[in-house]
T-cell receptor
Framework: GAVVSQHPSRVICKSGTSVKIECRSL??????MFWYRQFPKKSLMLMAT?????????EQGVEKDKFLINHASLTLSTLTVTSAHPEDSSFYIC??????????????FGAGTRLSVL | AQSVTQLDSHVSVSEGTPVLLRCNYS??????LFWYVQHPNKGLQLLLK??????LVKGINGFEAEFKKSETSFHLTKPSAHMSDAAEYFC??????????????FGKGTKLSVKP
């Protein structure tokens, strides 16, 4: 099946620094990638949707200047948490889908990134 | 608007006994429904999906779910739990039926524990 690789799996950073998380589709072309945030004991909340070569579409309440998303190729999307603060500590998960997958509402998920901001 | 409610945050069963994870949904039209499983330090894996074909859907690892429109439910079951089934399970509804965005709406998850 389709494989999505997310890196790093865990990152600890100081408050005020920026952190970049990568999401790669290893064996398929991902025309669309999604970024989710998962709080403890809560469901995944969609942050933004990105289509290759286009600007990301952010969900209501998500600061686009805080969470920069780049989807420059069909196999790579990045999420940069800028000037991270402790409240940004969370579990971030990406998913990817090709055109045919989207038509069937199928997404393939990465393993997630645990961000801890000190 | 679509939403999904997982009725139990934690379910504990003994190995070899049946598993029932409950899910109710709300949708203004016939939705696509999914169950995903999340093992520690691993990505979400699709267990099964319902897309308006057969109401009883069979998935991987012996899991199945039944779509009941009258009860707006999509409960996940397995006849006999295995230790390897211990994980977090998410019931998911599609935000747009066949929409290009493929938006998914997640329940809060049910943690399944399996006792030896």
């Amino acid at each position: 099946g389709a494989v999505v690789s997310q890196h790093p799996s865990r990152v600890i950073c100081k408050s005020g620094t920026s952190v970049k998380i990568e999401c790669r589709s290893l064996d398929f072309q991902a025309t669309t990638m999604f970024w989710y945030r998962q709080f403890p004991k809560k469901s995944l909340m969609l942050m933004a949707t990105s289509n290759e070569g286009s600007k990301a579409t952010y969900e209501q309440g998500v600061e686009k200047d805080k969470f920069l998303i780049n989807h420059a190729s069909l196999t790579l999307s990045t999420l940069t948490v800028t000037s991270a603060h402790p409240e940004d500590s969370s579990f971030y998960i990406c998913s990817a889908a090709g055109l045919a997958d989207l038509a069937k509402n199928i997404q393939y998920f990465g393993a997630g990134t645990r961000l801890s901001v000190l | 608007a679509q939403s999904v409610t997982q009725l139990d945050s934690h379910v504990s069963v003994s190995e070899g006994t049946p598993v029932l994870l409950r899910c109710n949904y709300s949708s203004s039209y016939s939705p696509s429904l999914f169950w995903y499983v999340q093992h520690p330090n691993k990505g979400l894996q699709l267990l099964l999906k319902y897309t308006s074909a057969a109401t009883l859907v069979k998935g991987i690892n012996g899991f199945e779910a039944e779509f009941k429109k009258s009860e707006t439910s999509f409960h996940l079951t397995k006849p006999s739990a295995h230790m390897s089934d211990a994980a977090e399970y998410f019931c998911v509804v599609s935000g747009l039926l066949g929409g290009s965005q493929g938006n998914l709406i997640f329940g809060k998850g049910t943690k399944l524990s399996v006792k030896p």
